[in-house]
């Protein structure tokens, strides 16, 4: 039956940085107490009339510039994202037009941080069951939209960019295999209260700042230590691995200890963990995309590395991908 194999990475980071210094001017925060607490010195922050799908189209074409393609060759896009360009259309579909392509299938999903992982596995078994050649994954997040700047425990995490890979069938294997899992019962800790047919806009939900992202960020730090290390070890289990085969791991970047946790937790050198988010902050879904795609242009990853993905994020979402890096 063959496989699905990653050709090409890329990714899209907008111009505008926000350092800790300039939060000190705009909240009640210091450069020390950031880093202390989630390791992040600054963050993206798309400019006014760029979206989600201005940053994914650039993160995709930089992914086919890598995989050696144009995008008139793909054959499907799955784009992960919380923060669309608008309820509908897609940011796929609009990403699909500003690529220049037309009648191929394109959709996003909504899996939070954990989009990128989850949309792997789709892109896998969509292209593996349907015959398509080639597929794109992308991330997008303007988490700038949804961020309250009078909020200093979510302002201080929260930054923008876009991330992508490109899919070929293949004789090989590489999208090894997936382990993905939810639970509804945790969405009161991360959600956006405001905006969909629950609670449509109104002068209400502008006045309570329901529009922005919220989070119970104590409660969530156990939950994402435990949902993450479990990922990565029923991943380990289910085909027969020790912790030692694992050349690197990408997590995602949503709090440095949370990352150092996971890397307790597996017992798991931290140097094996591949860590960006002083740079970039939480970008959602996009993190681990970006992430994937510097370590690969570094150098950091050889052909027949094994490489596993893992995240958590909103609903809650967990879940990890087994990667055998096939360039």
Avoid at 63 to 78: H, N, T, Y
Avoid at 108 to 133: P, Q, V
Avoid at 257 to 279: C, Q, S, T, W
Wanted: a negative charge; glycine letters at 12%.
């Amino acid at each position: 039956m063959g496989g699905i194999v990653i050709s090409g990475t890329g990714s899209f980071l907008p111009g505008q940085v926000i350092t800790n210094s300039d939060l000190e001017m705009m909240v009640d925060t210091t450069d020390e107490w950031i880093t202390t607490r989630t390791g992040i010195k600054e963050r993206r922050i798309c400019p006014r009339g760029m979206a989600s799908s201005d940053m994914g189209t650039e993160a995709s074409k930089d992914a086919c510039k890598d995989a050696g393609i144009s995008p008139s060759e793909l054959e499907l896009i799955i784009c992960s994202t919380i923060t669309p360009d608008n309820s509908f259309p897609s940011t796929a579909c609009l990403m699909e037009s500003k690529l220049g392509i037309k009648n191929i299938p394109v959709f996003d999903i909504s899996a939070a941080c954990s989009g990128f992982i989850f949309g792997l596995e789709i892109a896998k078994g969509l292209m593996l069951g349907g015959g398509y050649k080639t597929g794109l994954v992308v991330a997008s997040e303007c988490m700038s939209r949804v961020t309250d700047y009078t909020d200093r425990s979510i302002c201080v995490l929260l930054g923008d960019g876009s991330g992508a890979a490109v899919l070929k069938q293949s004789g090989e294997d590489g999208i090894m295999g997936s382990y993905l899992s939810a639970d509804g019962g945790y969405g009161d800790l991360l959600n956006l209260p405001a905006g969909g047919s629950a609670n449509p806009a109104s002068f209400d939900t502008v006045e309570k700042r329901m529009h922005f992202m919220k989070m119970e960020g104590a409660s969530l730090f156990k939950v994402a230590i435990r949902a993450m290390s479990d990922s990565v070890n029923k991943l380990i289990d289910r085909f027969n691995l020790r912790k030692e085969d694992i050349a690197l791991v990408i997590p995602h970047q949503a709090n440095l200890r949370i990352i150092n946790g996971v890397a307790k937790d597996l017992n798991m050198p931290a140097d094996r963990f591949y860590v960006n988010i002083e740079k970039y902050g939480n970008m959602s879904a996009a993190c681990i995309p970006i992430a994937l795609d510097e370590a690969s242009k570094k150098g950091l990853i050889k052909k027949g590395d094994l490489i596993v993905t893992v995240a958590f994020g909103g609903g809650l979402t967990w879940g990890a991908n087994l990667i055998r890096w096939t360039r």
